[in-house]
């Protein structure tokens, strides 16, 4: 037994120092700093952003640990990367980049105002920040708010508490992140969206998804080889429909959170909106999923039906041009 727990010791301390890190800027990058006083660097995120011209160059920010008060709206037309400082880039657990804010949609005047993180732009991506609306109950209170197509998201976290992530339009991917919530937390319109190897937190009793499509468009949320955990004592269902169209499908997911029997929901009792869904699922496996009694609305795919929904269906074929392949699962 002593040998086999050198083993696993060694193994760990191997994968550590294999560990890609970030602790210092790309070349080209604009800094972020809390607190400094250094020319040329910016003490918040949203300066930065804005000290960026607004062209087609390809440009970069790079934030060192800290936490930033403020919301970010990102509207610029020319591609853009941001990366936080990180031990770890492969992670979400090694993080030390926080941008929160509390802002309720109710005080915001809509979901996409009360958003921490407002992307309004296509080809960009974010690495290894965190992204909370610490608002909590009693409002859609979004963290990040995404309106781009090929955007990417990794091994970032997102914590909120009702509608966490919405996820309304254009192509993006969230790839070996982490998603925290308990009411319709992964939501949107338009959106066409992948999650991978993903560790999804619920944190109360509701609903993962709430997808909110509204005809029979491209539109989807591809989910594959995620984890549903427990954040706190909670019950949840994979999802309820928004819109009459909804369309969300989970592969490969392994649930240790008690979700409720019937895995899916309608949206309300006289307003069911399942006339025309598909909720979807394909080896759902773990503790929280055991004994499922499914509702008529709700698909159960055989692996050759499984394999039509992967990262093509759900963001386009041309996804290998603008995903980061290294975060694929």
């Given at each position: 037994m002593a ?24 070349s ?9 006083s ?7 995120v949203?300066?930065a952003?804005a000290?960026?011209?607004n ?5 970069s920010?790079?934030i ?5 008060n ?7 037309s020319?591609?853009?990367t941001?990366?936080?400082y990180?031990?770890?880039?492969d992670?979400?657990?090694?993080n030390q ?10 005080q915001a005047?809509?979901n996409?105002?009360?958003?921490t ?5 296509d080809?960009f991506?974010?690495?290894n ?5 610490t608002?909590?109950?009693?409002s ?9 197509s090929?955007?990417?998201l990794?091994a970032c ?8 992530l919405y ?13 925290e919530g308990?009411?319709d937390f992964?939501?949107g319109?338009r959106g066409q969206a ?6 999804i937190?619920v ?7 709430a ?11 591809v ?8 954040a706190?004592?909670?019950s ?6 928004w819109?009459n169209?909804a369309?969300?499908?989970f ?14 929901s ?9 006339d025309h ?5 394909y080896?759902?496996?773990g503790s929280?999923a ?6 008529s ?7 050759s039906?499984?394999n ?7 963001v ?12 694929l699962v």
């Open positions: 040998k086999l727990a050198c083993f696993f010791i060694f193994v760990v301390l191997v994968e550590l120092a294999l560990a890609a890190s970030r602790t210092s800027p790309p080209g990058a604009i800094v972020v700093r809390a607190g400094t250094t020319s040329g660097e910016y003490r918040t949203a300066s952003v000290a960026l011209p062209d087609s160059s390809s440009r920010i790079f060192y640990p800290g936490t930033y403020e919301q970010v709206y990102i509207t610029r020319g591609p853009l941001i990366y936080g990180t031990t770890n880039t992670t979400y657990t090694a980049v926080t941008i929160q804010a509390g802002v309720p949609a109710s005047g809509s996409d105002a009360s958003g993180l407002r992307i309004h732009k080809n991506k974010l690495y920040v965190n992204v909370k609306n608002y909590g109950q009693g859609q209170a979004i963290a990040i708010s995404q309106y781009g090929k955007v990417g990794y976290g997102f914590y909120g508490y009702q509608d966490t996820a309304n339009q254009g192509t993006q991917v969230y790839l070996k992140g982490y998603i308990a009411t992964i939501f319109r992948y999650f991978g190897g993903n560790t937190a944190k109360a009793n509701g609903w993962v998804t997808s909110g499509r509204e005809s029979d468009d491209n539109g989807s949320y989910f594959n080889q995620n984890s549903i955990v427990l706190s004592g909670a949840s269902y994979l999802g309820r429909p819109g169209y369309k969300v499908i592969k490969d997911t392994y649930v240790t959170a008690p979700l409720n029997k019937a895995m899916w309608v949206w309300n009792t006289g307003d069911e909106r399942t869904v598909l909720f979807a699922e080896n759902t496996t929280g055991a004994g499922a009694s499914r509702p609305f709700a698909t159960v795919l055989s692996a039906q499984a039509a929904y992967t990262i093509s269906s759900a386009g074929s041309d996804y290998a041009s603008w995903v980061d392949a290294a975060y």
